[in-house]
């Protein structure tokens, strides 16, 4: 990957640019360059000021070119000129450079190349899925996922298949020859990537439903008598405190299944079980801190402060020699045990 891409990943997700920095060598570049091409989608999806039409459009023209089923020239004007209040300056350079990112992408050998169209064809499918199911927000109305099938359906496309992508990538890579269970390490870094979506779409509650958007499925909203819009009023806690458990309880459980993850990646894998270590360990430490708080107060921004990320970085590092100092970091930042098991989760393209 060029200097000027591994700068654009930098600006565009500091937290990431460091899993990607320690990363192992034979995969840094592809997941860094899969990154780019999501983060691209994600931001072409979330230009609230270009209509939705045109970002549906842009985004089928995006994925046939990374599916290279067209090498036609992307313009992305309209999304450089009329960004998201909330792009960062990196995000719209990422767009203004998108063509020399797709030029590194198609260097890649066929397998990695398969895998990454693999993955971005899920993540763009969830993302259109998401701008048909919203449309354009009206002012005081707030649309939600129906059901938990939904939910499941949403976090494996945006998330879930990026922890099958990165699975089955590091298997390619990094260790091909380990005497490993492929099919259990599948199923738990789905579950890892679907705890980490989790965990966004408990912490950003407020900022969505701002944006006319709520991920709690109304059928779970109305076993405590609550519908999308009350949620905009922070009193109404105690009542949902308990559907809010509920996701609570199952991203922690996800997490649980990224941790096991770590453990049963082989033990010569010092970089690859760092960068899996983190996001896990974030994860849980942000749950903790939504546990302390009202999520429906946007005035309680939750986040784990950089001193915290700091913490969690230098510690593993010592730990890693030591299985069982390892073992401690998930409950040391608040990880509680569950049963491991193998969620069930529905095909993309299983909802209508």
């Known amino acids: 990957m060029t200097a000027e891409l591994q700068q654009l990943l930098k600006e565009t997700s500091r937290s990431f640019y460091l899993t990607v920095r320690v990363l192992p060598a034979p995969v840094r570049s592809s997941i860094g360059i899969a990154y780019l091409l999501a983060r691209a989608t994600d931001t072409v999806a979330d230009t609230e000021l270009v209509a939705v039409d045109e970002r549906l459009a842009t985004l089928a023209t995006l994925r046939r070119r990374i599916q290279g089923e067209t090498r036609a020239p992307l313009d992305c004007t309209a999304f450089v000129r009329s960004p998201s209040p909330s792009a960062s300056p990196g995000e719209r350079r990422l767009l203004e450079r998108l063509e020399a990112a797709l030029q590194v992408f198609e260097q890649f050998p066929s397998q990695e190349k398969t895998l990454i169209r693999q993955v971005l064809d899920t993540i763009t499918g969830g993302q259109e899925l998401d701008l048909q199911r919203f449309g354009t927000p009206i002012d005081g109305r707030i649309t939600s ?42 199923k738990n870094g789905v579950r890892f990537g679907c705890g980490l979506q989790l965990v966004n779409i408990l912490r950003d509650l407020p900022k969505d439903l701002a944006n006319g958007r709520c991920y709690l499925p109304r059928s779970e909203l109305e076993t405590v008598g609550l519908h999308p819009a009350d949620l905009v009023r922070p009193e109404v806690w105690p009542r949902l405190k308990p559907v809010y458990d509920q996701r609570w309880n199952r991203a922690m459980d996800h997490l649980n299944g990224g941790w096991a ?30 546990a302390a708080a009202n999520p429906l107060d946007p005035r309680q921004r939750v986040k784990v402060s950089r001193a915290e990320v700091r913490k969690i970085l230098v510690s593993s590092l010592w730990r890693i020699p030591f299985p069982n100092a390892w073992n401690r970091q998930f409950q040391n930042w608040g990880g509680r045990t569950a049963t491991e098991g193998a969620a069930s989760f529905p095909k993309p393209g299983s909802i209508a």
Not at 149 to 175: I, K, N, P, S
């Open 145 to 186: 996922l129906e059901s938990a099938t939904e939910l499941d359906d949403y976090t494996y496309r945006v998330a879930g298949c990026v922890g099958e992508f990165w699975t089955r990538l590091t298997l390619l890579r990094c260790f091909p020859e380990a005497s490993v269970d492929s099919d259990r390490l599948l």
């Open 261 to 290: 993850y770590t453990q049963q990646l082989p033990r010569r894998q010092v970089r690859l079980r760092l960068a899996c270590a983190w996001p896990v360990l974030l994860g849980v430490a942000t749950l903790a801190k939504l």
